[in-house]
């Protein structure tokens, strides 16, 4: 039997953007959000309310870089999104990430964080906080690929993904399935 819960904002998971940008001294900064997801093949959308630091430094740069949040750093992801940079200036600092100038945009890369995508801002709407950024690169320390240095290998790296339903953060388990493949069995 189905138990109906109305209206609420759960896909399960979700991942944990870890949203990097500069201020207008040139200051990395940086903040946790979950709600977002690809929006088409080089655009990635994201649901950043108007009255964070990051969205501040995203309208005066019009870039930034999203990382995807692993195992390895959890408490400090989580700090990102629990902390308000407006209220704690050395946040950044606080993390103990290390900020490399990006070579795409104008936003800091996040050296522990081994994937990020690095975006620039297309539109936001100030009504649903919804942002449109557009994809330049996709940048992958090559620690976490595969031996021919083509593919995400899960068995030295484990992002997280926020379990929006119970409050919590999990890592992403085995290998289940073959996408576009084990289907084609059913025809």
């Not at 996709?138 to 899960?154: A, P, R, Y």
Request: net charge negative; hydrophobic share 40%.
């Amino acid at each position: 039997m189905r138990k109906n819960f109305g209206v609420k904002p759960w896909t399960v998971p979700q991942p944990v953007f870890i949203l990097a940008t500069y201020d207008e001294n040139g200051n990395p900064d940086v903040m946790n959000a979950a709600w977002g997801g690809i929006a088409s093949d080089d655009l990635l959308m994201i649901c950043v309310g108007g009255d964070h630091k990051t969205t501040k430094n995203l309208f005066a740069n019009k870039a930034l870089t999203v990382s995807m949040a692993d195992t390895d750093y959890v408490k400090e992801c989580d700090f990102a999104g629990v902390v308000s940079g407006l209220k704690d200036p050395k946040k950044f600092e606080k993390t103990g990430f290390t900020a490399i100038p990006s070579e795409f945009v104008k936003a800091p890369l996040i050296a522990q964080l081994p994937f990020a995508v690095e975006c620039t801002v297309q539109s936001y709407d100030e009504e649903t906080c919804m942002m449109i950024c557009k994809i330049v690169n996709v940048s992958i320390d090559e620690s976490i690929l595969t031996e021919d240095g083509k593919h995400i290998d899960f068995d030295k790296w484990t992002p997280i993904v926020f379990d929006c339903v119970n409050h919590t953060y999990r890592a992403l388990g085995k290998e289940v399935g073959r996408a576009f493949y084990d289907g084609l069995a059913l025809r």
